[in-house]
C-alpha cells in the first residue's frame, strides 16, 4: 500500500489481511484501519459500487475498491495507490478539485436559453436523448482521468469525463452554451489532444465509453465545419 502524509516520504508499507471468498479491497482496507493501522486514510461511502468514492488504483489498474474481491487478483501480493493525476492529499484520499475544475473549464453546467423553460422536455425516444443515454451515467469517480495519458502530459486537457458531459451538452438541443462549448471543445488543448487510446473506457467502471463521446464529438464538429447534415449534431447515429 502507498503511504503518504504531508511532511512525510512515501512509502509502500505491507500488511497481511485473511481473505474470504468475498473480501473485497475496500474490506481489506477497514480491516487494516481497525485491526493494525488506525493511521491509514482511504475514502469510501455507499460500499455498494454506486457512489464511486472508493476509487483507487489496484496492481496498476484504476478500480472501485468495494467492487474489487481479492479473489479476483490472483495469488500473491496485492498494490494499492492512490489515483494518477489528482493530488494526494494523505495516503489513497486525493484531492478531487481538478475533476471540478476540468468540469468547468468545458462549461458542464446545462445552459438553459433565454426565457427557456427550465423543465422543457426532450422524448426519451429522440435521436438526442437516444444517443447520450450512455453517457449521462457517469457519476464523477475520475478514474478514467486516472487512466488518461494524455492527462499526465497536458494539464490543460480536459480529460474524458468532462470531454464525456460536454457531449451530452453539445448533443442537447436545449443547452444554449454550444457556440461557447465549441469554442473551448475546439481549441488546442481539447478535442484535438485525445490519442484514442482508449483507457478512459476501459475503466470506467460504470461502462461507459468517453472515447466514443470524444469520437461524435469529432464528428459532430467536423460536420459542422463543412455543414455535413450527415454527421451534424442531428444526425441519426453512424
Ligand atoms: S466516465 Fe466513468 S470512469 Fe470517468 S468519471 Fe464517469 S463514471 Fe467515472
Given amino acids: ?5 504531508p511532511g512525510a516520504d512515501e512509502r509502500w508499507q505491507d500488511y497481511a489481511v485473511e481473505a474470504g471468498a468475498d473480501t473485497t479491497v475496500l474490506d481489506a482496507l477497514v480491516e ?23 476509487g483507487v488504483v489496484v496492481n496498476g489498474r484504476e478500480r472501485w475498491a468495494c467492487r474489487t474481491p481479492l479473489s479476483t487478483l490472483g495469488p500473491g501480493r ?13 495516503d489513497l484520499v486525493v484531492d478531487m478539485a481538478p475533476f471540478t475544475a476540468r468540469m468547468r473549464a468545458v462549461g458542464a453546467a446545462f445552459t438553459p436559453g433565454d426565457g427557456e423553460r427550465r423543465d ?30 494524455i492527462v499526465a502530459h497536458n494539464a490543460r486537457f480536459p480529460g474524458p469525463a468532462a470531454l464525456n ?17 465549441w469554442g473551448v471543445l ?13 483507457n478512459c473506457t476501459e475503466v470506467c467502471p460504470m461502462g461507459l ?12 464538429a467536423t460536420a459542422q465545419l463543412f455543414k455535413w447534415p450527415r454527421y451534424g449534431p ?4 453512424p
Fill in 1 to 5: 500500500m502507498l503511504r503518504w502524509s
Fill in 32 to 54: 487494516i484501519q481497525r485491526g493494525q493501522d488506525p493511521g491509514l486514510a482511504f475514502r469510501y461511502a455507499c460500499r455498494v459500487g454506486m457512489c464511486g468514492s472508493c
Fill in 78 to 90: 496485492i498494490t494499492v495507490r492512490p489515483l494518477y493525476h489528482f493530488p494526494v492529499l494523505r
Fill in 120 to 149: 422543457a422536455r426532450i422524448s426519451g425516444d429522440s435521436a438526442e436523448r437516444q444517443e447520450i443515454d450512455e453517457a449521462i451515467e457517469c457519476i464523477g469517480c475520475g478514474l478514467c482521468v486516472s487512466a488518461c495519458t
Fill in 165 to 181: 458531459r460536454a457531449f451530452t451538452l453539445q448533443r442537447d438541443s436545449r443547452d444554449a452554451a454550444r457556440s461557447t462549448r
Fill in 186 to 198: 475546439l481549441s488546442d488543448d481539447a478535442l484535438a489532444r485525445c490519442h484514442g487510446q482508449a
Fill in 209 to 220: 465509453a468517453p472515447t466514443r463521446s470524444i469520437i461524435r464529438l469529432r464528428q459532430m
Fill in 234 to 237: 442531428h444526425a441519426p447515429e
